[in-house]
């Protein structure tokens, strides 16, 4: 690892490089992904569980494959230099034009330089996303309807 995390201590500081990360990720950004994560860092969303920062950088580039203008927009976060828990707003267009939001938040453990060595992303995906699709999402709300008390 080189650069300016390999030599920087976890602080406000580095919570504060981490954010400005997530909310301005662009592709190009995932060739130095090392600097935001450990090497052997775990990454858990509702659909990933993976190690490695090929491997996380991989889900981010699924993401700009797929999707138009994706970006995280972080409201809040609470912790300290070795454990913070970050919420979100992610947004993009999907290729048709429609514009859709998911709220969540992201729990993060950090090295002694900064970097992630865990992240585990909470989110909702029936109500955030399912719910929002055409056909599974009728479905959807109608189980959610059935269910509620």
């Known amino acids: 690892m080189t650069g300016p995390a390999a030599t920087q201590p976890a602080s ?3 919570v504060a490089r981490i954010v400005d990360f997530f909310e301005h990720l662009a592709p190009a950004d995932l060739a130095r992904i090392d600097r935001i994560y450990a090497a052997d860092a775990s990454f858990k969303d509702p659909f990933n569980d993976v190690r490695g920062c090929e491997a996380i950088a991989a889900i981010f580039r699924h ?27 992610f947004e993009f267009r999907r290729a048709r034009g429609d514009r859709l939001q998911i709220r969540g938040a992201s729990h993060l453990r950090l090295d002694g330089c900064g970097r992630i060595t865990w992240h585990r992303d909470y989110w909702d995906a029936a109500e955030e996303l399912y719910e929002k699709l055409p ?11 059935r269910a509620a008390s």
């Open 63 to 89: 993401m700009f494959d797929q999707l138009v203008e994706p970006r995280f927009i972080v409201h809040d976060r609470v912790g300290d230099e070795r454990e913070v828990f970050l919420t979100w707003d």
């Open 135 to 145: 056909i599974v999402g009728t479905l959807m709300r109608w189980l959610k309807r």
């Open 12 to 14: 406000g500081s580095a």
